[in-house]
């Protein structure tokens, strides 16, 4: 009989047993059904399903009003609880989603993540202390697949580009600078005319990154020519190449911050030159962002300087 019984209500639905309730509650089917703004046909069917599926007599319909039947009051009681613990499931959802004093997960680039958008994330924290923001650093591309595949709800990059399914909020400008090992002869001023790069012994980015293409297009709209010694992906990599060798580069102010105040890079300024890096914050399209999201991206949004010209990172 159990298993009879198990069989049956494996087809039952809250929306049923929700008409249910309100004809009982209302002794009415219409009544029920205008509560709910169904028909009372649709009202009378639901229950008769209902009925049928259960193998039970819920409601006398000789009675006006309706009675309902000993059978009836036991599903009646069962069916109330079952219901008032979904939509208190459903409250605790909401509440949560519409409550700042939740988590968010970020990913960014690595020249971004790891000094200039931390310190960012620690004052969130401190000024939100019911919030978590897990921050995370990827590579650029890994960066729009955690994004699209709803990985994480805010994103963090350079040039950033919104397409069909991604959305761009600009964010800041980093300044881009000449950076020298401390001692180089160009580092002798904190400014130089930018044609004194001529035949410079140069580290450049890897040629698939954007920042490395941007370089290059100021290079050739100045007409300068440079010596390209060895690239990488990552500012990290081009700073130790700079330390054991005579060459320059062109890296964003924010990430050399830190060894120009230790005194092993020199940041030199390109006079008249207005080179600098878009960062962006990406988020998918269509996605309804938690309260703790929307909050996080409207605290970057206040707090931003617009162009940042000094901080520190590691990857295009």
Request: hydrophobic share 35%; glycine share 6%; with cysteine.
């Amino acid at each position: 009989m159990s298993e009879i019984l198990r069989d049956r209500t494996s087809s039952l639905n809250l929306q049923s047993i929700e008409v249910f309730c309100e004809v009982v509650k209302s002794r009415s089917f219409s009544k029920g059904a205008e509560r709910l703004s169904i028909s009372q046909s649709a009202a009378s069917q639901q229950v008769a399903n209902l009925e049928q599926v259960l193998g039970l007599k819920l409601l006398d319909r000789s009675y006006r009003p309706l009675q309902v039947t000993e059978d009836g009051e036991l599903y009646y009681r069962g069916c109330q609880q079952l219901l008032e613990g979904y939509r208190g499931v459903l409250d605790q959802i909401r509440r949560k989603r519409n409550s700042a004093e939740g988590q968010v997960r970020v990913v960014s680039i690595y020249s971004v993540g790891l000094h200039t958008l931390d310190d960012f994330v620690r004052s969130y924290m401190q000024e939100n202390s019911g919030s978590t923001v897990r921050l995370e650093y990827y590579h650029p591309v890994k960066v729009y697949e955690a994004i699209l595949n709803d990985e994480a709800e805010v994103g963090v990059m350079s040039y950033p580009r919104s397409s069909r399914h991604v959305e761009v909020i600009p964010w800041l400008e980093e300044e881009m600078v000449l950076a020298c090992p401390s001692g180089h002869q160009l580092a002798k001023t904190k400014e130089i005319d930018a044609h004194r790069l001529e035949g410079a012994n140069f580290v450049a980015f890897e040629k698939d990154l954007k920042i490395r293409r941007e370089v290059d297009r100021f290079f050739r709209e100045n007409e300068i020519q440079v010596n390209i010694l060895s690239e990488f992906d990552n500012i990290e990599t081009i700073k130790q190449a700079l330390d054991i060798s005579t060459a320059v580069s062109i890296l964003p102010a924010p990430g050399v911050a830190r060894e120009v105040e230790r005194g092993i890079i020199s940041e030199v300024r390109l006079k008249g030159v207005n080179l600098r890096r878009p960062v962006g914050i990406v988020v998918r399209k269509g996605r309804e962002l938690t309260a703790t999201a929307r909050n996080f991206i409207s605290f970057l949004m206040d707090s931003s300087p617009g162009v940042l010209l000094e901080s520190a990172g590691e990857e295009d």
